[in-house]
T-cell receptor, first 113, second 113 residues
Framework: DGGITQSPKYLFRKEGQNVTLSCEQN?????MYWYRQDPGQGLRLIYY???????QKGDIAEGYSVSREKKESFPLTVTSAQKNPTAFYLC????????????FGNGTRLTVT | GDSVTQMEGPVTLSEEAFLTINCTYT??????LFWYVQYPGEGLQLLLK?????DKGSNKGFEATYRKETTSFHLEKGSVQVSDSAVYFC????????????FGKGTKLSVIP
């Protein structure tokens, strides 16, 4: 079955460490996205990529970095510069076109202590 | 910029009650509108969508009508079940740009037997 795989489901890190969240899709979608979800805040866009080797900052990119070396993969690195990294992170992709829905992975819950 | 406003939750209903979750939006142009559902510990799933004024999206007994005159896209269901307990997100996408979605903050629904 096609879909988006995020791993791991739960991740724990010490403050000051960088951590990379994995996102892999086998839907052959060009565009991929990273969202952050906090209680009562809805979803906020971190980064997005519309094509391999290209990506753009979203609304809350500070303290995060991404790469898009392959169409299937869009890893997110949460750096030590991110002030409040503890959150639920969601990866998504889209086939294309303004009426196409986003397809989401099941998320990674990151806890930094 | 674009924005989505949802009624604040949580909403608690008895099984078989009628559900309405209000959603209004502000956007330039003619956005596509979406409702997503998130079950505990999971990513978001598309529930329904509407792409032009007066369109009605429907799925699993849920309905929402794109009302351009009131800039609204309220979600309704005639008889909720315990299994409908989840967080519901209203979202929009304008035609231009990156196909990213702008989300509301979400409304948590709890259905009790």
């Amino acid at each position: 079955d096609g879909g988006i795989t995020q791993s791991p489901k739960y991740l724990f890190r010490k403050e000051g460490q960088n951590v990379t969240l994995s996102c892999e899709q086998n839907l052959n979608h060009d565009a991929m996205y990273w969202y952050r979800q906090d209680p009562g805040q809805g979803l906020r866009l971190i980064y997005y990529s519309q094509i391999v080797n290209d990506f753009q900052k979203g609304d809350i990119a500070e303290g995060y970095s991404v790469s898009r070396e392959k169409k299937e993969s869009f890893p997110l690195t949460v750096t030590s510069a991110q002030k409040n990294p503890t959150a639920f992170y969601l990866c998504a992709s889209i086939e294309g076109g303004p009426n196409s829905p986003l397809h989401f992975g099941n998320g990674t819950r990151l806890t930094v202590t | 910029g674009d924005s989505v406003t949802q009624m604040e939750g949580p909403v608690t209903l008895s099984e078989e009650a009628f559900l309405t979750i209000n959603c209004t939006y502000t956007a330039t142009g003619y956005p596509s509108l979406f409702w997503y559902v998130q079950y505990p510990g999971e990513g978001l799933q598309l529930l329904l969508k509407a792409t032009k004024a007066d369109d009605k999206g429907s799925n699993k007994g849920f309905e929402a009508t794109y009302r351009k005159e009131t800039t609204s896209f309220h979600l309704e269901k005639g008889s909720v079940q315990v299994s409908d307990s989840a967080v519901y997100f209203c979202a929009l996408r304008t035609r231009a740009g990156s196909y990213q979605l702008t989300f509301g903050k979400g409304t948590k629904l709890s259905v009790i037997p």
